[in-house]
Nanobody
Framework: QVQLVESGGGLVQAGGSLRLSCTAS????????MGWFRQAPGKERELLAA????????YYADSVEGRFTISRDNAKSTVHLQMNSLKPEDTAVYYC??????????????????WGQGTQVTVSS
C-alpha cells in the first residue's frame, strides 16, 4: 500500500500562484508514476499532469500546459504541482495519485492505484 498526503491548497486571486505538494509513504517503490488530478463540482475528474519517478518524464493536459509544472523529489518521495496564472475555472478539489504501471503517462483515473484525500483550490475573480 502507498499512502498519499496532499498539502498546499487554499484561496488565491486570479493571476496568482499556488504550489501543491504530495508526499508518499509506505511501499513507495511499488509506484512508477504520479499524477495530479482535479475535480470540480458536477464535472469528471481530469488528469492535469503526470511524472515518472525514474527519469522524470512528464505529461500535461492542454488546459494547464505552460501554466502548471509538475516536479518530483525522489529522496523525499514528494511530488509538487506549481500552479501559476490561476483562473477561476481552476477552482476544484485537487488530488494526487500513484500508479504501479504506466506504459503511457496519460491515463484515466481508474488506471491509478492510490489516491490522496484531496485539497481544495479556490481561485477568486
Amino acid at each position: 500500500q502507498v499512502q498519499l498526503v496532499e498539502s498546499g491548497g487554499g484561496l488565491v486571486q486570479a493571476g496568482g500562484s499556488l504550489r501543491l505538494s504530495c508526499t508518499a509513504s509506505g511501499r513507495t517503490r511499488s509506484s512508477v508514476a504520479m499524477g495530479w488530478f482535479r475535480q470540480a463540482p458536477g464535472k469528471e475528474r481530469e488528469l492535469l499532469a503526470a511524472i515518472r519517478w525514474s527519469g522524470g518524464s512528464t505529461y500535461y493536459a492542454d488546459s494547464v500546459e505552460g501554466r502548471f509544472t509538475i516536479s518530483r523529489d525522489n529522496a523525499k518521495s514528494t511530488v509538487h504541482l506549481q500552479m501559476n496564472s490561476l483562473k477561476p475555472e481552476d477552482t476544484a478539489v485537487y488530488y494526487c495519485a500513484a500508479r504501479r504501471e504506466a506504459t503511457l503517462l496519460r491515463g484515466r483515473p481508474d488506471e491509478y492505484d492510490y489516491w490522496g484525500q484531496g485539497t481544495q483550490v479556490t481561485v477568486s475573480s
